[in-house]
């Protein structure tokens, strides 16, 4: 049996860590965290260490694949050790609980996490790096790029380009065939109805450009 670790022991590495166990078609080995000591307990297991022991430890056996549970507080961060550690040869793991939904023509990357009630449609290109959170809909065609996080319910509709490194607040919507720049934040329960620059935060009903975030 495969043997998994997950990078980050927050609630996302909880939440994962309980979703793959539900699933048991993997064997997971324990956390690697870089705000923890090793051999400490998380989450009921044992800490094997940082972000920057993660190519040794692969190296050495401790793991095969890695789950990356590195959330939204960081999006620089996320985005950038998520590369680095490809880059060393890290295998990544993507979670799919049971309930999430994707069409056999659609395409996956690596890393990419569908929680319940997740729901990807014909022809979506998803990049590497991503978390579609509970109920989360992307219609046909849909392309989101590397890095994003999704919050519960988002919607996006039918071809419709998401950019890298985005957060998509809880129950916010995007219309069909507009493009979210890079590094946008769409805020909870906006409706994105027109193109959005990169490093825009968007908000309202129809959502406007609050602020430039750089």
């Known amino acids: 049996m495969e043997r998994i670790a997950i990078l980050g022991a927050g609630d996302l590495g909880l939440s994962l860590k309980t979703y793959l166990e539900d699933r048991g078609e993997h064997r997971f080995v324990g956390f690697l965290d870089d705000g923890r000591p090793r051999g400490e307990s998380a989450h009921g297991a044992e800490v094997l260490g940082t972000s920057a022991e993660a190519e040794g430890l692969a190296k050495r056996g401790a793991f095969d694949r890695l789950v990356y549970a590195i959330g939204y507080r960081d999006f620089d961060r ?12 890290i295998a990544f793991l993507g979670v799919r609980h049971p309930t999430a939904f994707v069409h056999r023509t659609a395409r996956v990357g690596d890393g990419v996490h569908l929680f319940p009630g997740v729901l990807v ?5 998803l990049e590497d790096n991503l978390v579609l959170n509970t109920g989360v809909i992307l219609a046909h065609h849909a392309i989101v790029r590397s890095h994003g996080y999704f919050g519960p319910g988002a919607k996006v509709a039918g071809f419709t380009e998401i ?6 607040g809880l129950g916010a919507s995007i219309i069909e065939k507009i493009k979210v720049g890079d590094g946008c934040v769409v805020a909870a329960g906006a409706v994105v109805t027109e193109s959005a620059p990169a490093y825009s935060l968007l908000a309202g009903v129809p959502a406007v450009v609050k602020k430039t975030l750089r």
Do not use: I, S
């Open 78 to 89: 996320r985005a950038r050790l998520f590369d680095e550690l490809k880059k060393r040869g």
């Open 121 to 125: 449609d014909m022809e979506c290109e």
């Open 163 to 168: 950019g890298r490194a985005c957060f998509v």
